[in-house]
Protein backbone atom coordinates (compact mmCIF):
# COMPACT_ATOMS: atom_id res chain seq x y z
CA UNK A 1 0.00 0.00 0.00
CA UNK A 2 1.17 3.56 -0.47
CA UNK A 3 2.80 5.29 1.81
CA UNK A 4 0.36 8.64 2.91
CA UNK A 5 2.98 9.69 5.32
CA UNK A 6 5.26 10.62 3.15
CA UNK A 7 4.36 14.01 1.61
CA UNK A 8 3.34 13.69 -2.34
CA UNK A 9 3.42 16.87 -4.60
CA UNK A 10 2.69 15.35 -7.90
CA UNK A 11 -0.21 13.80 -8.95
CA UNK A 12 -1.11 11.76 -11.76
CA UNK A 13 -4.21 10.89 -13.57
CA UNK A 14 -5.07 8.10 -16.01
CA UNK A 15 -8.29 8.88 -18.42
CA UNK A 16 -8.19 5.31 -20.30
CA UNK A 17 -10.34 5.89 -23.14
CA UNK A 18 -9.25 6.42 -26.78
CA UNK A 19 -11.55 6.68 -30.20
CA UNK A 20 -9.32 4.21 -31.29
CA UNK A 21 -6.79 1.80 -30.54
CA UNK A 22 -3.24 3.27 -32.29
CA UNK A 23 -1.11 -0.10 -34.13
CA UNK A 24 1.76 0.98 -32.02
CA UNK A 25 0.22 1.86 -28.65
CA UNK A 26 1.64 -0.47 -25.60
CA UNK A 27 -0.77 1.87 -23.08
CA UNK A 28 -3.51 0.83 -20.82
CA UNK A 29 -6.26 2.36 -23.66
CA UNK A 30 -9.56 1.04 -24.51
CA UNK A 31 -11.31 1.95 -27.52
CA UNK A 32 -14.74 1.08 -27.80
CA UNK A 33 -15.79 1.49 -23.93
CA UNK A 34 -17.27 4.69 -24.07
CA UNK A 35 -20.15 3.47 -22.08
CA UNK A 36 -18.13 3.28 -19.03
CA UNK A 37 -16.66 6.52 -19.03
CA UNK A 38 -19.10 7.90 -16.19
CA UNK A 39 -18.84 4.87 -13.98
CA UNK A 40 -15.02 5.31 -14.66
CA UNK A 41 -15.30 8.86 -13.43
CA UNK A 42 -17.10 7.93 -10.21
CA UNK A 43 -14.50 4.97 -9.11
CA UNK A 44 -11.84 7.27 -9.66
CA UNK A 45 -12.80 10.36 -7.74
CA UNK A 46 -13.53 7.63 -4.98
CA UNK A 47 -10.27 6.40 -5.15
CA UNK A 48 -9.11 10.25 -5.04
CA UNK A 49 -11.22 11.00 -1.88
CA UNK A 50 -9.93 7.44 -0.37
CA UNK A 51 -5.99 8.83 -0.73
CA UNK A 52 -6.47 11.90 0.63
CA UNK A 53 -8.38 10.82 3.78
CA UNK A 54 -5.98 7.70 4.75
CA UNK A 55 -3.65 11.10 4.64
CA UNK A 56 -2.20 12.71 7.84
CA UNK A 57 -2.47 16.47 6.70
CA UNK A 58 -3.65 17.95 3.15
CA UNK A 59 -1.10 17.23 1.06
CA UNK A 60 0.70 20.31 -1.43
CA UNK A 61 0.36 19.84 -4.78
CA UNK A 62 2.69 21.32 -7.09
CA UNK A 63 2.40 19.03 -11.04
CA UNK A 64 -0.58 16.79 -11.97
CA UNK A 65 -0.65 15.33 -15.33
CA UNK A 66 -3.76 13.88 -16.58
CA UNK A 67 -2.51 11.31 -19.36
CA UNK A 68 -4.07 8.38 -21.11
CA UNK A 69 -5.40 6.78 -23.10
CA UNK A 70 -6.90 10.15 -24.98
CA UNK A 71 -7.73 12.27 -21.48
CA UNK A 72 -9.44 15.18 -24.50
CA UNK A 73 -12.50 12.83 -24.87
CA UNK A 74 -13.07 13.28 -20.59
CA UNK A 75 -16.60 14.83 -21.10
CA UNK A 76 -16.07 18.64 -19.90
CA UNK A 77 -18.74 18.43 -16.66
CA UNK A 78 -17.14 14.93 -15.02
CA UNK A 79 -13.55 16.50 -15.86
CA UNK A 80 -14.78 19.78 -14.06
CA UNK A 81 -16.21 17.47 -11.24
CA UNK A 82 -12.82 15.97 -10.71
CA UNK A 83 -11.18 19.13 -9.75
CA UNK A 84 -13.64 20.12 -7.39
CA UNK A 85 -12.41 16.69 -5.92
CA UNK A 86 -9.10 18.12 -5.82
CA UNK A 87 -9.31 20.99 -4.64
CA UNK A 88 -11.38 19.70 -2.02
CA UNK A 89 -8.74 17.18 -1.20
CA UNK A 90 -5.45 18.90 -1.46
CA UNK A 91 -3.91 22.21 -1.68
CA UNK A 92 -3.01 22.75 -5.14
CA UNK A 93 -0.65 25.85 -5.60
CA UNK A 94 -1.27 28.62 -7.67
CA UNK A 95 1.55 28.33 -9.84
CA UNK A 96 1.37 24.18 -9.93
CA UNK A 97 1.52 23.03 -13.73
CA UNK A 98 -1.45 21.10 -14.59
CA UNK A 99 -0.94 19.30 -17.96
CA UNK A 100 -3.54 17.44 -20.15
CA UNK A 101 -2.95 15.35 -23.05
CA UNK A 102 -4.91 16.01 -26.03
CA UNK A 103 -5.20 14.28 -29.43
CA UNK A 104 -5.57 16.03 -32.56
CA UNK A 105 -9.39 15.52 -33.84
CA UNK A 106 -11.12 14.62 -30.67
CA UNK A 107 -11.26 18.44 -29.46
CA UNK A 108 -14.27 20.74 -29.42
CA UNK A 109 -13.98 24.34 -29.10
CA UNK A 110 -15.60 24.82 -26.15
CA UNK A 111 -12.91 22.74 -24.23
CA UNK A 112 -10.62 25.31 -23.93
CA UNK A 113 -12.11 27.23 -22.19
CA UNK A 114 -13.53 24.83 -19.25
CA UNK A 115 -10.04 23.43 -19.34
CA UNK A 116 -8.79 26.71 -17.98
CA UNK A 117 -11.23 27.03 -15.74
CA UNK A 118 -10.35 23.82 -14.70
CA UNK A 119 -6.99 25.22 -14.17
CA UNK A 120 -5.24 23.75 -16.48
CA UNK A 121 -2.45 25.31 -18.24
CA UNK A 122 -0.62 23.23 -19.98
CA UNK A 123 -1.41 20.74 -23.19
CA UNK A 124 0.61 18.04 -24.48
CA UNK A 125 -0.54 17.13 -27.73
CA UNK A 126 0.02 14.17 -29.72
CA UNK A 127 1.25 14.76 -33.29
CA UNK A 128 3.46 12.13 -33.68
CA UNK A 129 3.75 12.56 -37.31
CA UNK A 130 2.72 14.81 -40.10
CA UNK A 131 2.67 12.05 -42.64
CA UNK A 132 -1.45 11.70 -42.29
CA UNK A 133 -1.38 8.61 -44.62
CA UNK A 134 1.30 6.68 -42.36
CA UNK A 135 -1.02 7.36 -39.44
CA UNK A 136 -4.08 6.09 -40.63
CA UNK A 137 -2.15 3.30 -41.62
CA UNK A 138 -1.27 2.62 -37.65
CA UNK A 139 -4.69 3.31 -37.32
CA UNK A 140 -4.53 6.92 -35.96
CA UNK A 141 -7.06 8.79 -37.08
CA UNK A 142 -5.87 12.77 -37.34
CA UNK A 143 -5.10 14.89 -40.07
CA UNK A 144 -2.42 17.89 -40.56
CA UNK A 145 -5.61 20.02 -40.58
CA UNK A 146 -6.31 18.53 -37.22
CA UNK A 147 -3.43 19.26 -35.72
CA UNK A 148 -3.03 23.13 -37.18
CA UNK A 149 -6.36 23.95 -35.76
CA UNK A 150 -5.80 22.43 -32.23
CA UNK A 151 -2.72 24.64 -32.09
CA UNK A 152 -4.40 27.44 -33.41
CA UNK A 153 -7.74 27.52 -31.16
CA UNK A 154 -5.46 26.33 -28.26
CA UNK A 155 -2.79 29.43 -28.63
CA UNK A 156 -6.14 31.86 -26.99
CA UNK A 157 -5.71 30.16 -24.13
CA UNK A 158 -2.48 28.36 -23.37
CA UNK A 159 0.48 29.42 -23.64
CA UNK A 160 2.13 26.33 -22.89
CA UNK A 161 1.77 24.08 -25.33
CA UNK A 162 3.91 20.81 -25.55
CA UNK A 163 4.06 18.44 -29.00
CA UNK A 164 5.07 14.58 -29.21
CA UNK A 165 6.93 12.83 -32.16
CA UNK A 166 7.79 9.73 -32.93
CA UNK A 167 10.75 8.84 -34.92
CA UNK A 168 11.51 6.12 -37.04
CA UNK A 169 7.82 5.34 -38.05
CA UNK A 170 7.56 3.07 -41.18
CA UNK A 171 7.17 5.13 -44.57
CA UNK A 172 8.70 8.72 -42.68
CA UNK A 173 11.57 9.31 -45.20
CA UNK A 174 14.91 11.08 -43.71
CA UNK A 175 13.57 14.31 -45.85
CA UNK A 176 10.29 13.98 -44.81
CA UNK A 177 11.45 13.95 -41.34
CA UNK A 178 13.67 17.13 -41.35
CA UNK A 179 10.69 18.82 -42.95
CA UNK A 180 8.50 18.02 -39.82
CA UNK A 181 11.08 19.09 -38.10
CA UNK A 182 11.33 21.98 -39.63
CA UNK A 183 7.72 22.33 -39.87
CA UNK A 184 7.01 22.50 -35.75
CA UNK A 185 10.04 24.88 -35.11
CA UNK A 186 7.76 27.26 -36.60
CA UNK A 187 4.95 26.48 -34.08
CA UNK A 188 4.09 28.38 -31.09
CA UNK A 189 5.02 25.61 -28.96
CA UNK A 190 7.57 25.56 -25.65
CA UNK A 191 8.18 21.81 -25.34
CA UNK A 192 9.04 18.69 -27.76
CA UNK A 193 8.64 15.20 -26.82
CA UNK A 194 10.61 12.87 -29.37
CA UNK A 195 10.39 9.29 -28.95
CA UNK A 196 12.10 6.39 -31.13
CA UNK A 197 9.26 4.02 -32.15
CA UNK A 198 9.57 1.08 -30.19
CA UNK A 199 7.51 -2.12 -31.00
CA UNK A 200 5.86 -3.58 -28.46
CA UNK A 201 5.17 -7.27 -27.93
CA UNK A 202 1.71 -8.56 -29.39
CA UNK A 203 0.73 -5.16 -30.70
CA UNK A 204 -0.39 -5.15 -34.61
CA UNK A 205 2.57 -3.15 -35.18
CA UNK A 206 4.48 -6.13 -34.08
CA UNK A 207 2.82 -8.68 -36.31
CA UNK A 208 3.32 -6.20 -39.11
CA UNK A 209 7.20 -6.24 -38.42
CA UNK A 210 7.01 -9.84 -38.06
CA UNK A 211 5.77 -10.94 -41.12
CA UNK A 212 7.89 -8.10 -43.01
CA UNK A 213 4.50 -6.07 -44.16
CA UNK A 214 6.51 -2.66 -42.82
CA UNK A 215 9.93 -1.91 -43.29
CA UNK A 216 11.51 -0.04 -40.56
CA UNK A 217 14.75 2.83 -40.91
CA UNK A 218 17.95 1.01 -39.76
CA UNK A 219 19.07 2.13 -36.02
CA UNK A 220 22.29 4.23 -38.32
CA UNK A 221 19.51 6.53 -39.86
CA UNK A 222 17.66 6.99 -36.91
CA UNK A 223 20.83 8.07 -35.13
CA UNK A 224 21.81 10.42 -37.55
CA UNK A 225 18.12 12.06 -37.68
CA UNK A 226 18.60 11.74 -33.93
CA UNK A 227 21.35 14.52 -34.02
CA UNK A 228 20.73 16.54 -36.85
CA UNK A 229 17.34 16.63 -34.66
CA UNK A 230 19.12 18.14 -31.46
CA UNK A 231 21.11 20.33 -33.62
CA UNK A 232 18.48 22.00 -35.38
CA UNK A 233 16.18 22.69 -32.39
CA UNK A 234 19.08 23.90 -30.44
CA UNK A 235 19.48 26.61 -33.04
CA UNK A 236 16.17 27.32 -32.98
CA UNK A 237 16.46 28.01 -29.25
CA UNK A 238 14.92 24.37 -28.52
CA UNK A 239 17.58 22.71 -26.45
CA UNK A 240 17.53 19.03 -25.21
CA UNK A 241 17.66 18.87 -21.50
CA UNK A 242 16.69 15.13 -21.41
CA UNK A 243 17.23 12.59 -24.41
CA UNK A 244 13.75 12.33 -25.50
CA UNK A 245 12.89 16.22 -24.24
CA UNK A 246 13.49 19.81 -25.61
CA UNK A 247 12.15 22.88 -24.65
CA UNK A 248 12.77 26.74 -24.69
CA UNK A 249 14.07 28.48 -21.79
CA UNK A 250 12.19 27.53 -18.55
CA UNK A 251 9.81 25.48 -20.05
CA UNK A 252 11.43 21.88 -18.91
CA UNK A 253 8.28 19.46 -17.62
CA UNK A 254 8.05 19.89 -14.10
CA UNK A 255 6.37 16.92 -13.95
CA UNK A 256 8.36 14.68 -15.74
CA UNK A 257 11.34 16.46 -13.49
CA UNK A 258 9.85 14.72 -11.01
CA UNK A 259 9.85 11.00 -12.15
CA UNK A 260 13.29 11.95 -13.12
CA UNK A 261 14.61 13.01 -9.71
CA UNK A 262 12.49 9.42 -8.36
CA UNK A 263 10.17 12.04 -6.10
CA UNK A 264 6.85 10.50 -4.68
CA UNK A 265 4.04 10.99 -6.65
CA UNK A 266 0.78 9.31 -6.94
CA UNK A 267 -1.68 8.14 -9.54
CA UNK A 268 -4.96 7.30 -9.45
CA UNK A 269 -6.88 5.18 -12.44
CA UNK A 270 -7.05 2.08 -14.49
CA UNK A 271 -3.14 0.73 -14.18
CA UNK A 272 -1.73 4.40 -13.06
CA UNK A 273 1.82 3.97 -11.36
CA UNK A 274 2.93 5.57 -7.80
CA UNK A 275 5.81 5.91 -6.02
CA UNK A 276 6.28 6.84 -2.38
CA UNK A 277 10.38 7.17 -2.30
CA UNK A 278 10.52 3.15 -1.22
CA UNK A 279 8.15 1.18 -3.38
CA UNK A 280 7.23 1.50 -6.89
CA UNK A 281 3.10 0.47 -7.31
CA UNK A 282 0.58 0.26 -10.22
CA UNK A 283 -3.26 -0.17 -9.97
CA UNK A 284 -5.35 -2.50 -11.33
CA UNK A 285 -4.63 -2.58 -15.23
CA UNK A 286 -8.44 -4.48 -15.92
CA UNK A 287 -11.15 -2.01 -16.33
CA UNK A 288 -14.27 -4.29 -15.27
CA UNK A 289 -11.74 -5.34 -12.27
CA UNK A 290 -10.89 -1.50 -11.48
CA UNK A 291 -14.60 -0.48 -11.54
CA UNK A 292 -15.78 -3.40 -9.09
CA UNK A 293 -13.18 -3.37 -6.64
CA UNK A 294 -13.38 0.69 -6.72
CA UNK A 295 -16.99 0.07 -6.23
CA UNK A 296 -16.81 -1.98 -2.97
CA UNK A 297 -14.15 0.24 -2.00
CA UNK A 298 -11.22 -2.29 -1.60
CA UNK A 299 -7.53 -1.61 -2.58
CA UNK A 300 -6.84 -1.05 -6.39
CA UNK A 301 -2.90 -2.16 -5.88
CA UNK A 302 -2.08 -4.88 -7.62
CA UNK A 303 1.49 -4.66 -7.86
CA UNK A 304 4.52 -3.41 -5.18
CA UNK A 305 7.42 -3.62 -5.03
CA UNK A 306 9.66 -2.10 -1.90
CA UNK A 307 13.03 -1.42 -3.97
CA UNK A 308 16.62 -3.00 -3.04
CA UNK A 309 19.49 -0.53 -2.78
CA UNK A 310 20.43 -2.33 -6.05
CA UNK A 311 17.34 -1.03 -8.17
CA UNK A 312 17.86 1.98 -6.64
CA UNK A 313 21.19 2.36 -7.46
CA UNK A 314 20.18 0.88 -11.24
CA UNK A 315 16.99 4.30 -11.16
CA UNK A 316 19.56 6.80 -10.66
CA UNK A 317 21.91 5.52 -13.20
CA UNK A 318 19.42 5.16 -15.87
CA UNK A 319 17.49 8.10 -15.14
CA UNK A 320 20.54 10.49 -14.48
CA UNK A 321 22.63 9.17 -18.02
CA UNK A 322 19.79 10.44 -19.52
CA UNK A 323 19.48 13.98 -18.67
CA UNK A 324 21.37 16.68 -20.18
CA UNK A 325 22.71 18.21 -16.50
CA UNK A 326 24.15 14.65 -15.96
CA UNK A 327 24.38 12.54 -12.83
CA UNK A 328 26.71 13.16 -10.27
CA UNK A 329 29.38 10.55 -8.85
CA UNK A 330 28.01 11.46 -5.07
CA UNK A 331 24.08 10.78 -6.17
CA UNK A 332 25.56 7.08 -7.77
CA UNK A 333 27.99 6.34 -4.78
CA UNK A 334 25.60 6.67 -2.36
CA UNK A 335 25.35 3.81 0.26
CA UNK A 336 28.31 2.01 -2.12
CA UNK A 337 30.96 0.67 0.41
CA UNK A 338 34.15 2.14 -0.15
CA UNK A 339 35.96 -0.79 -2.62
CA UNK A 340 32.57 -0.42 -5.16
CA UNK A 341 33.09 3.82 -4.72
CA UNK A 342 36.76 3.40 -5.87
CA UNK A 343 35.84 0.96 -8.82
CA UNK A 344 32.61 2.95 -9.85
CA UNK A 345 35.16 6.10 -10.50
CA UNK A 346 37.57 4.11 -11.83
CA UNK A 347 35.12 2.94 -14.50
CA UNK A 348 33.08 6.43 -15.02
CA UNK A 349 36.94 7.82 -15.69
CA UNK A 350 37.81 5.16 -18.26
CA UNK A 351 34.53 6.01 -20.19
CA UNK A 352 35.68 9.87 -19.73
CA UNK A 353 38.71 9.00 -21.48
CA UNK A 354 37.20 6.75 -24.18
CA UNK A 355 35.42 9.65 -25.22
CA UNK A 356 31.48 8.62 -23.62
CA UNK A 357 31.39 10.80 -21.10
CA UNK A 358 32.57 14.24 -19.83
CA UNK A 359 33.37 15.04 -16.29
CA UNK A 360 33.07 18.61 -14.66
CA UNK A 361 33.14 18.60 -11.04
CA UNK A 362 32.80 14.61 -10.69
CA UNK A 363 29.21 15.15 -12.50
CA UNK A 364 28.74 12.97 -15.96
CA UNK A 365 27.16 13.63 -19.19
CA UNK A 366 26.65 11.48 -22.02
CA UNK A 367 28.42 12.76 -24.99
CA UNK A 368 26.89 12.34 -28.68
CA UNK A 369 28.99 9.91 -29.12
CA UNK A 370 27.86 8.10 -25.47
CA UNK A 371 23.98 8.70 -26.19
CA UNK A 372 24.13 6.11 -28.86
CA UNK A 373 25.16 3.55 -26.62
CA UNK A 374 23.73 4.47 -23.47
CA UNK A 375 22.65 0.85 -22.97
CA UNK A 376 25.86 -0.19 -23.08
CA UNK A 377 26.65 2.32 -20.51
CA UNK A 378 24.76 1.43 -18.02
CA UNK A 379 25.27 -2.61 -18.40
CA UNK A 380 28.66 -1.63 -17.99
CA UNK A 381 27.97 0.55 -14.88
CA UNK A 382 25.41 -1.80 -13.45
CA UNK A 383 27.36 -4.22 -12.51
CA UNK A 384 28.65 -2.25 -9.81
CA UNK A 385 25.56 -2.62 -7.14
CA UNK A 386 25.03 -0.19 -3.91
S1 LIG B 1 -4.33 7.65 -28.74
FE1 LIG B 1 -2.50 7.26 -27.47
S2 LIG B 1 -3.21 5.98 -25.78
FE2 LIG B 1 -4.82 5.95 -27.37
S3 LIG B 1 -4.40 4.15 -28.57
FE3 LIG B 1 -3.34 5.83 -29.58
S4 LIG B 1 -1.26 5.86 -28.70
FE4 LIG B 1 -2.55 4.59 -27.38
New binding site residues.
Partial sequence: MYNTAVPTHSLYIHW???????H??????L?SHDQFMEQYHTVLVQEIERYAAFCTRKQEIKTIYIG???PSTYPCALLLDMFDTLRKVFTIKPDAEITI?V?PG?VQSEQFMIWKQAGINRLSI?V?SLNDKVLRSL??HQSIDDVTWLLHEARAFFDNLSIDLILGLPDVSQEEWKDIIKTVVQWPITHISIYFLTIHENTPLYFKVKKRAVTLPADDTMVDLYHWTVDFLEHHNIVRYELSNFSRPTYESQHNTVYWDREAFKGFGLGACSFDGMQRLQNEKRLMEYLEKGKKDEDLTTFSECLTDDQIYLERLMLGLRRSKGVSFEALAQGMPFARKDLLQERLNLLVRNGFLVEQNNVFVLTPQGLMVENEIVTQLSVLRA
Fill in positions: PFCPYKCFCPFVAAGGTENTGQNR
